[in-house]
């Protein structure tokens, strides 16, 4: 996708429809370079395991663009999730920072902290009462070219649990290359229109967030929703 933000810089990229917040291609690159440095600042480098947890706001996105230009493997959590089950994927994965909305999940990540011995960092998407305001430590540092990182193919950059229906929810490991591969086959088998406009009240920070690479890739632009509401939708 560095090619479709090296270009056009002016056009929107996402729009969130609860706030009227538009992102252009030009503060989607900035920003992405920035969280990716807060990152790394933190010492989350390759093989981290890094949870992410949020409501849909334009944050989980600058994340999920800044873990394609470091080496971090994340792992998606789904924002309806019970706290037990919560828990039991933080220990099962290792996780050992956990990002985070603070407007809804401050509680549950005490807890978590309480109860998870790998959990060492707590990372805000805002003002917090507990851990580090990421958001905050991004605007400390300037925009950097984004450099393309060249990974094993094997190496394995997130972890999405399974839904659990007959047990333990699972881990499912996704390599470099089954992203790739993924990616190419979104791009060839989906019915891209020539204007792509992708409509999204789906979690970000879990299967939502997917979907916008190749958007990206088509030109395209991605309108988000708070959450499912027919009316909105409509």
């Not at 440095?37 to 989350?44: C, N, P, V």
């Not at 960092?121 to 984004?146: K, N, S, V, Y």
């Not at 290359?177 to 020539?194: A, C, H, N, Q, S």
Request: net charge negative; charged share 20%; hydrophobic share 45%.
């Amino acid at each position: 996708d560095l090619h479709s933000l090296s270009h056009d810089l002016d056009r929107p990229v996402v729009s969130f429809n609860d706030t009227g917040r538009v992102v252009t291609a030009r503060e989607f690159r900035d920003v992405i370079s920035c969280y990716a440095q807060a990152l790394r600042a933190k010492g989350l480098n390759k093989g981290a395991r890094v949870g992410l947890i949020a409501r849909n706001r334009p944050e989980v996105l600058f994340i999920h663009g800044a873990v394609a230009f470091t080496e971090i493997c994340i792992v998606p959590l789904h924002p309806m999730g019970s706290l037990d089950d919560i828990a039991y994927m933080v220990e099962d994965a290792h996780i050992e920072a956990m990002i985070f909305d603070p407007a809804y999940y401050q509680d549950m990540v005490r807890t978590l902290q309480q109860r998870a011995p790998y959990l060492k960092h707590l990372l805000a998407l805002g003002p917090t009462d507990i851990g580090e305001d990421l958001a905050a430590l991004a605007e400390g540092f300037a925009p950097q070219p984004l450099v393309p990182l060249h990974p094993d193919p094997e190496e394995i950059i997130r972890l999405s649990y399974s839904g659990g229906t007959t047990g333990k929810s699972k881990a499912i490991m996704l390599s470099s290359r089954g992203f790739l591969t993924m990616l190419d086959i979104l791009l060839k088998e989906w019915e891209w229109p020539g204007e792509v406009r992708q409509l999204i009240c789906s979690p970000l920070s879990h299967a939502g967030g997917v979907v916008f690479i190749p958007t990206l890739l088509k030109q395209g632009s991605m309108v988000v929703l708070a959450g499912f509401d027919p009316t909105a939708v409509l």
